[in-house]
């Protein structure tokens, strides 16, 4: 049998996996030192009291044959769909159906697994620095793709391009540069899907980050949107799912593709690769995902946001002393202007302070000469890691 | 944006939605009888309770700093992998390492997803009566797709075809007609394999209903298996975690697939794949899924299997009597020749005893004629709905 050949074209090594492979050497090396992590985007508080009750219940439930769930529906429980309805969108005044909504193990997927319904002929357009999983799973799929360099002149707000694209990838809180796309953006982009016959796939993964009130946190709260764009949302950085698993997709019944026999609903298209591929999220994951909707989630959640919010703004003061230092206000993600090459900024920081951050060059060509750090780590850890950086 | 014109050529709508739609028709039209559903292959006996407590406990790690869990490793935790080769395979004399393991939500997903490390131009052999997944996801792929007739004469067990293939599906116990085959068989498969580079999946997520010792559990009892064949096995019938998803995927070292750079080891693929669109399963799962391989897991599991197979001893004597019935010796699936086309003899069933089963034709060509029941119903609903259909 052959193999798809596009993974020939994939640069050798993910991201991470690399810098977990150095991670892993210095700590040989230097058994005795205790290396800081503001790399990885992972999360480190617990979950939310509400959700760790939520999950027990439901265990407890899956215990009795009274209450035992199968199989549940693949698109996710209505009472997931509907907290998610009337929690996250209602309050924005978009209205969406449950049909609309799509629940899925993690946004990572969502990335890849969209693509799926689409044509391998596709033009992509894909903003740089980007998370690589944008880049990786078109190169997978064989898609031409064109990156769209956010520089720094432009507060690392992708603009609109001159040429025309079928599939643009917008992430907003941006991963890794911590810009945030305004109305204003939004408008232009939405404008120019309509233009081109574009589909924007919106990435709004840390949009619980957003600090500013007058800052959109759905596409949809754009007219129009829902003709062009598909919003991909998680509960990782809302409310520490890393570990747990969960996240929805929007796929609005509008939004319509082009094929030989006429205009297709992807909402059609994607509720077909759903039910056929995937076999719903664990029902005791998604109890704990609506548990997040209650008036003690809300709670907990925003707790949990400000104090990761609080390490941002810590880590933004101290480093902008020395760097020159962009995002942190309304993501959790903070981007250091830095004077040298990325994976040499990485090697230092690893080697002389025993903290861990991201190369801004693993994010592509834009990001040469810039390092990403998290606001995700402990106040402890994040406060020694400044220390030690303090030094440098 | 131009949409996956393969997506066109599949038929309008998925087996097991289309029996959802006519039994909530019934319904509605009898809202005072009670239907039993020995259709779909979805359990009902509650989850072990060892796995309950091991949910729970989890649970309770996550809402603590010191023992919370984000991101874990793609491809599983190694208390979850050295759980299965140390359970599953030694005891079967096969030596699997940990790197040849992939655990995820669900054999339904790794049945789509391990496709897309293969070239769509690949040939594709599929047994017919088959899962209806098989076929599906590589329409959406866009394969070339032959069917290999599984005939009655041979007890449906599929013979070896006369073209060369390079990729086969093989489905060992059977869903939906409950054969299995035998070390003989899979030899013969093994070797048609090597002389025509193909490569097997082999799904045997209903290995644990195998009763007769003198069968193989698992394809790579038989030698060179490993260069050949990928292995997808689930807990979803091992152990009702139909509802709480998880399964696992072997890749063997030893596997290539010929690209024009030559030999390319596809466990490399799979794991950049794995690693790439995939987040893993959530660690509480994997902790349930960890409880099984214990002395009072392996308990709990023996009588949730000898419970089930014991509705499928009672199913096939009883409609033994009426019908020629295969299956259900060592498979949940009883597979019954009806005198009628399948979807007459499912509304015959569902209008004259509240009774929902599988209709042969779903499965295919093949499946023409036949019926699929279940054994994973309640006792007293699978002697009820007996006891109806002998009235018949």
Known sequence: MNIN????????SYLFPMIAKRVAEFKKNNPEKEVISLGIGDVTLPLPQVCVKALIKASQEMGQKETFRGYGPEQGYDFLLEAIINGDYKPLGIN????????????KCDVGNIQEILSVNNKVVICDPVYPVYLDTNIMAGREISKLICKAENNFVPQIPTEKADIIYLCSPNNPTGSVLTHKHLK????????N??????????KEYIQDPTLPRSIYEIEGAKEVAIEIR???????????????????????GQSPKGLVSLNTLW?????TKFNGVSYIVQRAAEAIYTQQGKKEIKEMISYYMQNAKIIKEELGKKFKVYGGENAPYIWLEVPCDSWQFFDELLNKCAVVGTPGSGFGEGGKGYF??????????????????KKL
Not at 271 to 275: E, F, G, Q, S, V
């Open 188 to 195: 232009e982009w939405v404008a120019y899907a309509k233009k």
């Open 197 to 206: 016959n574009s589909l924007i796939i919106f990435d709004s993964a840390y």
């Open 234 to 256: 998680s509960f990782s950085k809302t409310a520490g799912f890393t570990g747990l698993r969960c996240a929805y997709m929007v796929v609005p019944l509008e939004l319509k």
């Open 96 to 107: 969406l159906s449950k049909e609309e909504v799509f629940v899925s193990d993690g946004a």
């Open 271 to 275: 509720r077909r690769r759903h039910t």
């Open 5 to 12: 050949d596009n993974y020939l074209n994939l640069e050798q």
């Open 372 to 389: 990403r750090l998290t606001a995700f780590g402990s106040r402890e850890n994040t406060l020694k890691a400044l220390e030690r950086i």
